[in-house]
T-cell receptor, first 114, second 107 residues
Framework: EAQVTQNPRYLITVTGKKLTVTCSQN?????MSWYRQDPGLGLRQIYY???????DKGDVPEGYKVSRKEKRNFPLILESPSPNQTSLYFC?????????????FGPGTRLTVT | GQQVMQIPQYQHVQEGEDFTTYCNSS?????IQWYKQRPGGHPVFLIQ?????EVKKQKRLTFQFGEAKKNSSLHITATQTTDVGTYFC???????FGQGTELSVKP
């Protein structure tokens, strides 16, 4: 089954404690992204990657890091989380070719930073 | 930078009524996509429009892309309780998302 998986699904942590949210896709997609969703603000892109070892900032990259060492994985790293990073996070992937750039989203990770 | 605005933010309808959400961009878009997010779920792709003036239908859903490729709309005819959720438009090569329209349907 084609899917994007994220772990953990829920996380409560404290300010300053480094954390990583994993994302994996099994569709051999070139393009992967991380979004955060906050009420009234829609989905805002944090980082994206067009292929292995190619990453770039989205609209709200401050406080986040990513890496793309393998095509299937795109972890999101919060080196020193702060309360304003409390949010619902989605990983997404899509093909980079073919014309229809349908994005497949993971189930989401609800993060609370106290 | 490029912005995509979506209105209304919320819409409450009686089952059987029609519903429309509108999406406007500050710049010309190469394409527009629409997604649906059920409560507690993740966004799911509905459709992509590419051509100026394009209209596509999926059962009771009608999607339009404006002639200038700067606006789009999603119209649902005779809403059902299964239509409940938040509808997002997303446009351009970087896929900038609108804020979404949350639809609730009273049976």
């Amino acid at each position: 089954e084609a899917q994007v998986t994220q772990n953990p699904r829920y996380l409560i942590t404290v300010t300053g404690k480094k954390l990583t949210v994993t994302c994996s896709q099994n569709m051999n997609h070139e393009y992967m992204s991380w979004y955060r969703q906050d009420p009234g603000l829609g989905l805002r892109q944090i980082y994206y990657s067009m292929n292995v070892e190619v990453t770039d900032k989205g609209d709200v990259p401050e406080g986040y890091k990513v890496s793309r060492k393998e095509k299937r994985n795109f972890p999101l790293i919060l080196e020193s989380p702060s309360p304003n990073q409390t949010s619902l996070y989605f990983c997404a992937s899509r093909t980079g070719t073919g014309g229809i750039y349908e994005q497949y989203f993971g189930p989401g990770t609800r993060l609370t930073v106290t | 930078g490029q912005q995509v605005m979506q209105i209304p933010q919320y819409q409450h309808v009686q089952e059987g009524e029609d519903f429309t959400t509108y999406c406007n961009s500050s710049t010309t878009l190469s394409n527009i996509q629409w997604y649906k997010q059920r409560p507690g779920g993740h966004p799911v792709f509905l459709i992509q429009l590419v051509k100026s003036g394009e209209v596509k239908k999926q059962k009771r859903l009608t999607f339009q892309f404006g002639e200038a490729k700067k606006n789009s709309s999603l119209h649902i005819t005779a809403t059902q309780t299964t239509d409940v959720g938040t509808y997002f438009c997303a446009g351009g090569g970087k896929l900038i998302f609108g804020q979404g329209t949350e639809l609730s349907v009273k049976p």
